[in-house]
């Protein structure tokens, strides 16, 4: 009788800008979280990994159980293991990445490798960027560059590439998700079957697990908050978006970590920063207002 929180109705009903933006916090979340564990606690990237996982596959979990669905298994909801092997890798890549990664520098790496990823999945399958589209997403590019590229030192070449991994998982993931009938039964799925993954993927490291508690709760915030709600929100999302303005729309996310550090890593709100922001944000709204071609 009830519908999910995250059913299919959720994109039209509450628009697409809104929860596309409550997922791109998420996922800038995600990164702020990561990288303050790493730096400021004694947590390894293992344990982050896997607790990140377990606490989202059980948060997730918790809310099928709440939501007292009236109709029977429903569509989705056994999740798929290749949408769990992706999941998987993109949280241990993007874990032990941000090791030696700052926190801008990572989610550009990320969010360039899921953009060009999916736009080359877009142009495959023949869509179109109307003009005015791609002007946004061109703006989108300009502000990334104004932010990131002067000045910034190169990064490490392991991290780097773990990072560009990551990218191309969530890529992955993403794409698995669009059409999906119920995102919030099917990232719950994907979640729990993530986490034995998960293991076998941190085995090598068994021996160095450290636990923090301050380390341990940013994992759980990502997991439970910020990874489990975010994702099926972006499920959500991604039914009203096309696979080029969801590769665009991620674009926000080094401007928004970016921005999270100014506030809770005391790092400088420069002009450049300001002008990114502008940029980025102005270009990603043309992206998602104009309807792509097919």
């Known amino acids: 009788m009830n519908r999910s929180l995250f059913q299919t109705s959720t994109a039209t009903a509450m ?3 809104p929860i596309t933006t409550i997922a791109m916090l998420a996922f800038a979340g995600n990164s702020v979280l990561c990288r303050l564990a790493l730096k400021n606690t004694d947590i390894d990237a293992a344990t982050f990994s896997m607790l990140r996982l377990a606490s989202g596959a059980l948060v997730l979990w918790l809310l099928l159980a709440l939501r007292k669905r009236g109709n029977g298994n429903g569509n989705g909801n056994t999740g798929s293991w290749s ?6 890798i993109y949280v241990v890549a993007f874990t ?5 990664l700052d926190t801008g520098m990572g989610a550009l790496l990320l969010f360039g490798a899921v953009q060009l990823s999916m736009l080359a999945y877009g142009f495959l399958r023949g869509e179109r960027l109307a003009p005015l589209a791609a002007a946004g997403l061109l703006l989108s590019l300009a502000g990334l560059v104004v932010l990131l590229l002067p000045g910034a030192s190169t990064p490490p070449t392991g991290s780097a590439a773990l990072m560009i991994a990551a ?17 919030l039964a099917l990232t719950a799925a994907n979640f729990r ?7 076998v993927l941190c085995l090598p490291f068994i021996g160095s697990l450290r636990l923090d508690g301050w380390g341990a709760f940013y994992a759980v915030l990502s997991g439970a908050v910020a990874s489990g709600l975010g ?36 790092e400088p709100l420069t002009l450049r920063i300001a002008i990114a922001s502008v940029a980025v944000l102005g270009g990603i709204s043309l992206v998602l207002c104009t309807k792509a071609k097919t």
């Open 167 to 183: 990218g191309l998982a969530w890529a992955a993931y993403s794409l698995l998700g669009r059409g999906v009938v119920d995102p």
């Open 15 to 17: 628009g697409i800008v």
């Open 83 to 88: 949408g769990a092997l992706a999941l998987s």
């Open 193 to 199: 079957k993530a986490v034995p993954i998960a293991l």
């Open 96 to 100: 032990f990445a941000y090791i030696k």
């Open 231 to 266: 994702y099926a929100i972006w499920y959500s999302a991604l039914r009203g978006l096309s696979a080029m303005q969801a590769s665009t729309v991620q674009l926000s996310v080094p401007i928004l970590a970016s921005l999270a550090g100014v506030a809770l890593l005391s």
